[in-house]
Each structure stands twice: as structure tokens, then as C-alpha cells.
């Protein structure tokens, strides 16, 4: 889940799967892995343009539609950002729901410095335009790859601070 907070809104992205959590997981954990797809529905705040009104009792399926406004998907209205810096920020790779996140995130556009607080371990992925100067975790230099054709750099690490430098100034 996805929890994105505005002046005005919280929106809350999460998905959607017919199947239940342990089925999910089993099926993750199980060799060889079982795949479990993508969700059927992604939610906004809750809500979705899609609705199982075939498991749903007779009384709700029949005035299931999407006239109904329990069934609209929210709108909100967008406007365009700034561009903080040539970088994307990813996040934890190979992991599976196991409440492992990006805590916090915080750009210095003159130190050139991008040090999200992560809780959680395992690779951690961000794209960048350029490959960065430096990884560091607690301050170490740490090793890591980037791929120039996909832009993305990953390192493996533990529950830690860790620092992605682009070893320029003024993102």
C-alpha cells in the first residue's frame, strides 16, 4: 500500500487479488514459486472501478454498477511538480509484503545527496539519469551496480540510513 498525503487529500493506493493473503503467500513460498499475477484491481481509497458481483450476495449483485457510488473511483485533480532532481526513487527489491518500507526521504540538491531511511533489508533500486559517484551506508562506501541502458542502480544491504551521491551539485 501506497499512502500519498496532500494539502487536502490522502490517497491511499493499494491492490486487489481474488485470492486471500495466505493462498498469496503460500503460493510465493512454495518450490518451485507460484506466481500469484497481478492483482485484479487497483484501489483508490479503498474503492476501484472493478467489483466482484459474482461472489457478492443476489441483494448486492443485483444493483451492483457503477453508477453506484460506493463503485466510483475517486478524482482528484493534478497538477504538475517541479522536478526536484535527475533521480526516480524505487525502493525494496526481492520482498514480499514483510512490512519492510521507505520511511523517509529527504533531497539536498547541494550536496547532490539522496538519503531515503529505509526499514528492512535486501536490494534497494532507485534510477537515476546518470550513475552515481558513490553508495554509502552508515557512511561506508558500499558496492553497487547500475545498468545505463535501464538507468537503474541497485545495492544489497541491511536495516540501515543509506546514501545514493550523484557526486555533483545542483540536482
Same mark, same amino acid.
Given at each position: 500500500?501506497?499512502?500519498?498525503?496532500a494539502?487536502q487529500?490522502t490517497v491511499l493506493l493499494?491492490?486487489?487479488?481474488h485470492?486471500?493473503?495466505?493462498?498469496?503467500? !503460500?503460493?510465493l %513460498?512454495?518450490v &518451485?514459486?507460484?506466481?500469484? $499475477?497481478?492483482?485484479?484491481s487497483?484501489l483508490?481509497?479503498?474503492?476501484?472501478?472493478f467489483?466482484?458481483?459474482?461472489?457478492?450476495p443476489?441483494t448486492?449483485?443485483?444493483s451492483?454498477?457503477?453508477?453506484?457510488?460506493?463503485?466510483?473511483p475517486?478524482v482528484?485533480a493534478?497538477r504538475?511538480l517541479p522536478l526536484?532532481?535527475?533521480f526516480?526513487?524505487?525502493g525494496l527489491i526481492?520482498m514480499?509484503n514483510?512490512?519492510?518500507?521507505?520511511e523517509?526521504?529527504a533531497?539536498? !540538491?547541494?550536496? %547532490?545527496?539522496? &538519503?531515503?531511511?529505509v526499514? $528492512?533489508c535486501?536490494?534497494f533500486?532507485a534510477?537515476?539519469s546518470?550513475?552515481?559517484?558513490?553508495?554509502?551506508?552508515?557512511?561506508?562506501d558500499?558496492g553497487?551496480?547500475?545498468d545505463?541502458?535501464t538507468r537503474?542502480?541497485?545495492?544489497?544491504?541491511g536495516p540501515?540510513w543509506?546514501?545514493l551521491?550523484?557526486g555533483q551539485?545542483?540536482?
Amino acid at each position: 500500500m501506497i499512502a500519498v498525503e496532500a494539502a487536502q487529500h490522502t490517497v491511499l493506493l493499494n491492490d486487489w487479488w481474488h485470492r486471500s493473503t495466505y493462498e498469496q503467500a !503460500a503460493g510465493l %513460498a512454495s518450490v &518451485p514459486i507460484v506466481w500469484v $499475477g497481478e492483482p485484479q484491481s487497483l484501489l483508490i481509497n479503498g474503492r476501484s472501478r472493478f467489483m466482484n458481483c459474482s461472489s457478492s450476495p443476489a441483494t448486492v449483485a443485483a444493483s451492483c454498477n457503477m453508477a453506484h457510488p460506493y463503485c466510483a473511483p475517486a478524482v482528484f485533480a493534478v497538477r504538475h511538480l517541479p522536478l526536484r532532481g535527475p533521480f526516480a526513487l524505487v525502493g525494496l527489491i526481492d520482498m514480499f509484503n514483510a512490512g519492510d518500507a521507505i520511511e523517509e526521504c529527504a533531497i539536498d !540538491a547541494t550536496a %547532490a545527496v539522496v &538519503p531515503p531511511r529505509v526499514c $528492512g533489508c535486501g536490494r534497494f533500486g532507485a534510477y537515476f539519469s546518470w550513475r552515481p559517484a558513490r553508495c554509502t551506508l552508515d557512511g561506508a562506501d558500499v558496492g553497487f551496480t547500475y545498468d545505463s541502458d535501464t538507468r537503474r542502480t541497485c545495492s544489497q544491504w541491511g536495516p540501515h540510513w543509506i546514501n545514493l551521491s550523484q557526486g555533483q551539485t545542483g540536482l
